[in-house]
Nanobody, 132 residues
Framework: QVQLVESGGGSVQAGGSLRLSCVIS?????????MGWFRQAPGKEREGVAF???????TYTDSVKGRFTVSKDNAKNTLYLQMNSLKPEDTGMYYC?????????????????????????WGQGTQVTVSS
């Protein structure tokens, strides 16, 4: 019943900005939930990019710190990823996701190639292409 619909991807030159949005419906977790953004480039592993939990605690992967900002609007049921100072290495398919799991634990599982016990709900993905 949980659905995620993404928008905002596109092509941009290095140094440019994009703002991704993810509208989430049917997501009624009260505690210990995490919403986040993942990306995947061709031939590479899917990478966790930015996460925000039910207490608004935020985690970023090192490569995007200082450039990307994750936020959410609870009233609009929307997750955002503001991406500034984009680099060619940021190119990839970006997915939003949600799960009833603590973000830090989700990252541990992700790095081990494991899934949380509760299901992860994924958006359809939106392509981000950054040219040099």
């Amino acid at each position: 019943q949980v659905q995620l619909v993404e928008s905002g991807g596109g092509s941009v030159q290095a140094g440019g900005s994009l703002r991704l949005s993810c509208v989430i419906s049917g997501y009624g977790y009260d505690n210990n939930y995490c919403m986040g953004w993942f990306r995947q480039a061709p031939g590479k592993e899917r990478e966790g990019v930015a996460f925000i939990d039910s207490d608004d605690l935020i985690t970023y992967t090192d490569s995007v710190k200082g450039r990307f900002t994750v936020s959410k609007d609870n009233a609009k049921n929307t997750l955002y990823l503001q991406m500034n100072s984009l680099k060619p290495e940021d190119t990839g398919m970006y997915y939003c996701a949600a799960a009833q799991v603590v973000c830090k634990w989700w990252l541990v599982l992700h790095r081990r190639g494991e899934e949380p016990r509760d299901p992860v709900y994924w958006g359809q993905g939106t392509q981000v292409t950054v040219s040099s």
